[in-house]
């Protein structure tokens, strides 16, 4: 996939805030994620998160699955090429998950592409390779 392929990449909580009506960044994720006229990238990790918190709304998790496989959200396998990147992020980050790692890594394979996220706690601590931040969307 060439470098510019992907202009956005998406983290777990805005995409159970735009489909679970319950969750406090709702409004904000829908709003996002309707100005979008692309499709969005993360990685499997991300969705698995995603689902994981949406499992007491399986419609919500049907229309996530939806969105892949109309391919308006695209999955990322980064662990068999890049696991040992994201290892050595976890490694510097103890409050990192491995979605998260995962989720840098993909911000480093596509350096142009912008993160959402509503976990600004983290996504504004954690650092590209050669110290560079994150270029993201947030509340």
């Known amino acids: 996939m ?13 995409l159970v805030g735009a489909l679970s009506a319950a969750d406090q960044w709702h409004n904000w994720s829908t709003d996002v994620i309707a100005t979008l006229d ?31 496989s109309e391919r308006r959200l695209n999955l990322i396998p980064i662990w ?24 840098v890594v993909l911000s480093e394979k596509f350096p142009r592409a912008k993160i959402i996220t509503t976990d600004v706690r983290h996504f504004t601590v954690y650092r590209r390779s050669r110290d560079v931040t994150l270029p993201l969307i947030h509340p």
């Open 38 to 68: 692309e499709p969005v990238f993360t990685t499997e990790t991300v969705f698995a998160e995603a689902c994981h918190l949406l499992r007491s709304e399986k419609p919500a998790i049907q229309a996530l699955i939806r969105q892949v």
């Open 2 to 14: 060439k470098v510019s392929a992907a202009r956005y990449l998406i983290d777990a909580g805005p």
């Open 80 to 103: 068999e090429s890049d696991g040992a990147r994201a290892a050595a992020l976890l490694a510097k980050y103890d409050f990192m998950d491995a979605g998260d790692a995962s989720l």
